[in-house]
């Protein structure tokens, strides 16, 4: 039983273009979330974060969403640049228990 | 500063055989963790160290995964015997205190194993 999904596997988008990336997660108790980036052979890095105090958090060109009703979190790139593409995890978190990661979206921006 | 170091990046063993993985953290980090990913998943964790004591390892399967954390620097996770099911990139990761999850995580680049 999946606790993070991320449903689209791929996404492309043009430069200059907004990417949406999308996730959502079952467990209500979750109440700290993260996106990371992942470039191929290489780890994980984190791009940005988010209490369930609140529902918006931006630095530069990312901002994440958060809807707490719907279990809904996106990742919002504006504007997509060709150096964007790279595979993205959401993460989630309760309390001090281990974060749990979806399955990752694949970027690809196109010049 | 140096980020997390992985060695060796690559590993190809035969089935039964053992393998040990390193790693050394982010200087002064003091909590390390253990991820496994396997292809087209995200990260799972392992194990977590906070310095030097094992935190969480409830997903490390006993019976043929250890690890240890000598001095509450770096890392070795060992497989013995290794099986096929356990060809999947290792990664490493640490953050500075011991807030737990909500702490940044910083990703080592991996040690790909693939078991014959």
């Known amino acids: 039983d999946q606790q993070v999904k991320q449903n689209s596997p791929s996404l492309s988008v043009q430069e200059g273009r907004i990417s949406i990336l999308n996730c959502d997660y079952t467990n209500s108790m979750f109440d700290y979330f993260l996106w990371y980036k992942k470039y191929p052979a290489e780890g994980p890095t984190f791009l940005i974060s988010?209490?369930?105090?609140?529902d918006k958090n931006e630095d530069g060109r990312f901002t994440v969403f958060l809807n707490k009703s719907a279990k809904h979190l996106s990742l919002h790139i504006v504007p997509s640049q060709p150096g964007d593409s790279a595979v993205y995890f959401c993460a989630a978190s309760v309390l001090n228990t281990p974060l749990v990661f979806g399955k990752g979206t694949r970027l690809s921006v196109i010049a | 500063e140096a980020g997390v170091v992985q060695s060796p990046r690559y590993k190809i063993i035969e089935k039964k055989q053992p393998v040990a993985f390193w790693c050394n953290p982010i200087s002064g980090h003091n909590t390390l963790y253990w991820y496994l990913q396997n292809l087209g998943q995200g990260p799972e964790l392992l194990i977590r160290y906070e310095n030097e004591e094992a935190v969480d390892d409830s997903q490390l399967p006993k019976d043929r995964f250890s690890a240890e954390r000598l001095k509450g620097v770096d890392s070795t996770l060992k497989i013995q015997p290794a099986e096929l099911g356990d060809s999947a990139v290792y990664l490493c990761?640490?953050?500075?205190?011991?807030?737990?999850?909500?702490?940044?995580?910083?990703f080592g680049p991996g040690t790909r194993l693939l078991v014959l």
């Open positions: 990761a640490s953050s500075v205190g011991l807030a737990g999850a909500q702490e940044t995580q910083y």
């Open positions: 988010i209490s369930s105090i609140k």
